[in-house]
C-alpha cells in the first residue's frame, strides 16, 4: 500500500492542514485538519486606552494600546470565546465575539467603537502569497462615524464604498511607494491622506491597512500580516 502525505495552506502564512491519500484505484483519503489556528488583535477604539484579549477566560494579549496591533499569536482550532476588557479596568468586559478558529486559518479580531458602544469585529485573513514582485492588500474601515469611503492609489479609485466596520477584498500592487487617500464616498472630499505608503519590501508579503480614529482625528495603520 502505498500513501500520500499533502499539505494545503488554507489561507495561513504559516499554518498548514494535510490529506493523507491512499494511492489505489478508488482513491481513498482523509483530511488531517491542524489543531491549531492563529488571531491578531487590533484596538482601534477611540477614548479606550490600552485592552485585554482573553480567550474563553485565558489572557492572549495584554495592554494593546490604542491604535496598537499585535502579532500573530497560535490558539487550538475550534469555537470559542474572546473578552475584551480595558486594562485599567480588568475583569470589566467591554466587547467580546465568538470566532470559529477553524483549522490552520488566521483571523483578526479588531476592537473598535466609542466608549459604551464598543464591539470586536472578526475578519478572516488570506496570507497567501501573491504574484512575484507584488504585494498584496485589503483596507479594514473602523473609524467610529467616518462612514463610507473610497480608497484611492496614487489617485485612482481602488476600493469603492468600503462601509464603516467592513473590509475590502485583497488586491496588489507592485513594490513600489504609494500616496492613498481616503475621501467620503462617492465624492472628492478627502479625510484622509497617507502620503508615502511604503511597499517597497513588500515583494510577495500581504498588507491590511487600518483607517482608525474619528473624524477629525484620523489615522492609517499599516501592518503586515504574513
Known amino acids: 500500500i502505498t500513501y500520500s502525505f499533502v499539505a494545503y495552506s ?26 491549531l489556528s492563529e488571531f491578531k488583535l487590533a484596538q482601534a477604539a477611540p477614548l479606550t486606552g490600552s485592552v485585554n484579549a482573553l480567550v474563553n477566560g485565558t489572557v492572549a494579549f495584554s495592554n494593546v494600546p490604542y491604535q496598537g496591533v499585535t502579532s500573530y499569536g497560535l490558539q487550538t482550532s475550534g469555537a470559542k470565546t474572546v473578552t475584551i476588557e480595558a486594562s485599567a479596568t480588568p475583569g ?18 479588531v476592537v473598535t467603537g466609542l466608549p459604551g458602544a464598543q464591539t470586536a469585529l ?38 469603492s464604498n468600503l462601509a464603516t466596520n467592513a473590509a475590502s477584498s485583497y488586491f496588489e500592487l507592485p513594490a513600489d511607494t504609494y500616496t492613498i487617500n481616503f475621501d467620503l ?28 480614529g474619528t473624524p477629525g482625528t484620523l489615522a492609517g495603520i499599516l501592518t503586515r500580516d504574513d
Open 185 to 212: 464616498a462617492g465624492t472628492t472630499t478627502v479625510v484622509l491622506s497617507l502620503p508615502n505608503v511604503d511597499l517597497t519590501a513588500g515583494a510577495g508579503r500581504t498588507y491590511t491597512l487600518y483607517v482608525m
Open 122 to 159: 472578526v475578519f478572516t485573513d488570506n496570507n497567501i502569497p501573491g504574484s512575484v514582485g507584488n504585494a498584496r492588500m485589503r483596507v479594514i474601515n473602523v473609524a467610529p462615524g467616518l462612514g463610507a469611503v473610497d480608497v484611492l492609489v496614487n489617485f485612482a479609485t481602488k476600493v
Open 10 to 35: 488554507t489561507g495561513s502564512g504559516t499554518l498548514v492542514n494535510a490529506a493523507l491519500l491512499l494511492m489505489d484505484t478508488t482513491g481513498n483519503g482523509a483530511l488531517a485538519n491542524s489543531l
Open 92 to 109: 470589566a468586559v467591554i466587547a467580546a465575539a465568538q470566532p470559529a478558529f477553524s483549522p490552520g486559518t488566521d483571523r483578526s479580531i
